[in-house]
């Protein structure tokens, strides 16, 4: 019984000192005001690797460098080609508008014209004004249709183009690159003989 109470007051008397032991470091630095010290450069992350992992946690890293770099040049060529498409579309879209209009006030101009009467006393007069009401209704119509008739030959145009090319096959291609190519190689084949010939006449008057 009495090493019972020794042990107990023995506790009681170092109970503050093991509750302070037993604190968060943390909190001791916050209580005395302290900050934990911070290392005075970065250290990088291939530092604590070994060699064979560092090297391949590099090749891993240009690797990904690469391809973001890849990606973002074509991110930025197909901006640039919609950029171009939208600019494109939205002149079709203007010209179409405008079309359009023309057309419905070419259309309600045609629609007011007024009807002939062949009793009428001034049925000749009336005949030559709406004939020549609707030979400039057809200028304006022909106006209209303009940039569009033009607009459908370049782009035929253009298709043309590139069926022709498709159509070609490797043996006349080949055939034309002959043909182009042939007095480039004549030249030089003369040229060549020629200063072999140049050549062989300098050693023997050499001789």
């Known amino acids: ?17 093991i509750a302070k032991a037993a604190e968060n470091p943390a909190e001791q630095d916050a209580k ?5 010290a911070e290392p005075e450069h970065p250290v990088s992350v291939f530092d604590g690797l070994p060699a ?11 690797e990904y460098e ?7 040049v074509r991110l930025h060529e197909l901006a640039a080609r919609i950029a171009n498409q939208c600019a494109e579309t939205e002149k079709t879209a203007a010209d179409l508008q405008k079309m359009k209009e ?7 101009s045609l629609e007011k014209q007024p009807e002939l009467d062949e009793y009428s006393a001034d049925f000749q007069l009336r005949l030559s004004d709406n ?6 209704l057809r200028i304006e119509l022909t106006d209209i249709q303009l940039p569009a008739t033009e607009k459908t030959a370049a782009n035929q145009s253009r298709q043309n183009a590139f069926a022709e090319l498709d159509s070609v096959t490797f043996g006349q291609l080949f055939r034309l690159g002959a043909a182009f190519l042939l007095p480039l190689i004549l030249t030089i ?9 140049a050549i062989v006449l300098t050693f023997r008057v050499n001789l």
């Open 1 to 17: 019984m009495k090493k019972e109470m020794f042990v107990t007051a023995g506790l009681c008397r170092i109970k503050d000192q």
């Open 32 to 36: 005395t005001g302290e900050t934990p």
């Open 52 to 62: 064979e992992t560092a090297k391949a946690l590099r090749s891993r890293w240009q």
């Open 66 to 72: 690469h391809f973001r770099q890849d990606l973002t």
């Open 102 to 108: 023309g057309t419905a006030r070419l259309l309600e």
């Open 131 to 136: 004939f020549r009401r609707l030979e400039h």
């Open 189 to 197: 084949l003369f040229s060549g003989l020629l200063l072999i010939l």
